[in-house]
């Protein structure tokens, strides 16, 4: 009688018991790797689609223009959806700029000859500085560098005025900048607050750098056009336009011609954006619910049983269908072949911007 090996008979008896178990559970694993795999797949589908849509939604309109100036270094315009095509002549007669003085070499005085400054801008605010305790490094004197780190980091600054110490050729300045750019950004450092000494008299005198200035342009010729005077140099009085200036132009010249038009380049971008994305997203909900075939040479997909994955499907082939407004996408040349992707006709599309300039809108819908 063979000997019994208790260790490989105890082996064989668990593997026979749990065999069908072990079976299932591989069987069931596998079903969920699988259907993680697919819902992966679904989700990044998902989300490209999202970004599309929202990429669309946010520049307000699917339908995009284009604005160019007749000559550059001037002026930069940007049209957004709600422009209106045509053309504007503007003039720039001066662009606005931050004032900007200096203070030239600061004498390192004792902190006993500090004090408080008082620091005015023309559109009537203000902050106080106290240089009394602007000695951050303990020495017992105040440098530049220290009043013009005290000057910013002053309770109520908050970048009203911004400081700094320029050194050229051994000489050192402290240079004051506005926030903000227009003659209501002018600067006045009043130092009567100062004992009477060096640092009062040199804060007391001021270079001029850069002016105070608004922003000067006309609507039309210079002196007979609408004037627009402002202190930002962005421009917003053509509806839907964006200016910005950027350079005056010479007294007497002709004024620059703004062309607002039409983009179908960058409309038809848009739309084969969110074709692209659909198309994606179609197939890999068609991949995920296909139906195997009874051969078994076509698997069938993860979702093929899954009602809501299949009524997703369903509900984007219906939307495609519809239309919004009398409009259609068929009538703006995105078609679908039998497989369920789709194209655009960009000559189709452009001939139907052109009769309907705002259907394509009604279609997708406007932010």
């Not at 072990?22 to 697919?38: G, M, R, V």
């Not at 000695?135 to 530049?144: A, E």
């Not at 052109?354 to 009604?362: C, F, I, M, S, Y």
Request: glycine letters at 10%; hydrophobic letters at 40%.
């Amino acid at each position: 009688m063979a000997d019994i090996n208790p260790t490989s008979m105890a082996t064989q008896l668990a593997t026979a018991y749990t065999q069908n178990t072990q079976a299932l559970l591989t069987t069931q694993t596998k079903a969920a790797q699988s259907a993680s795999t697919a819902l992966g797949k679904l989700q990044s589908a998902l989300r490209s689609f999202d970004t599309a849509l929202a990429t669309m939604s946010g520049k307000g309109s699917v339908q995009q223009f284009s604005s160019t100036f007749s000559s550059s270094g001037f002026a930069t315009a940007t049209a957004s959806s709600t422009a209106q095509a045509g053309t504007y002549q503007l003039f720039v007669e001066q662009v606005a700029t931050a004032h900007q003085i200096a203070y030239q070499n600061l004498p390192a005085v004792p902190v006993s000859t500090g004090g408080p400054i008082s620091i005015n801008l023309a559109d009537g605010s203000s902050f106080n500085v106290n240089l009394s305790v602007a000695d951050t490094n303990g020495d017992g004197t105040l440098s530049q560098a220290e009043i013009a780190r005290s000057i910013n980091q002053a309770a109520g600054n908050g970048g009203k005025v911004t400081a700094m110490v320029v050194t050229v050729s051994g000489s050192s300045q402290m240079v004051l900048t506005s926030g903000q750019t227009g003659a209501s950004g002018a600067i006045t450092l009043d130092a009567s607050g100062l004992p009477t000494g060096a640092l009062k008299t040199a804060l007391s005198t001021s270079t001029q750098l850069t002016a105070a200035q608004d922003a000067i342009a006309w609507l039309g010729n210079q002196g007979t056009g609408i004037k627009l005077q402002q202190a930002s140099n962005t421009l917003s009085a053509i509806p839907g336009v964006t200016v910005s200036l950027t350079q005056a132009m010479a007294t007497g010249a002709s004024p620059l011609t703004l062309t607002v038009a039409r983009d179908d380049g960058a409309t038809a971008a848009n739309v084969k954006g969110f074709v692209d994305a659909y198309n994606t997203l179609e197939k890999a909900l068609d991949d995920l619910t296909q139906a195997g075939s009874a051969d078994g040479n076509t698997q069938a997909g993860a979702f093929a049983s899954d009602s809501s994955v299949r009524a997703l499907r369903n509900h984007l082939h219906s939307l495609l269908r519809q239309d919004f407004g009398g409009q259609n996408l068929l009538n703006f040349g995105i078609s679908a072949d039998r497989y369920g992707q789709l194209s655009v006709n960009n000559t189709k599309l452009s001939a139907a911007l052109t009769a309907n300039p705002t259907g394509l809108d009604q279609v997708f819908g406007k932010t």
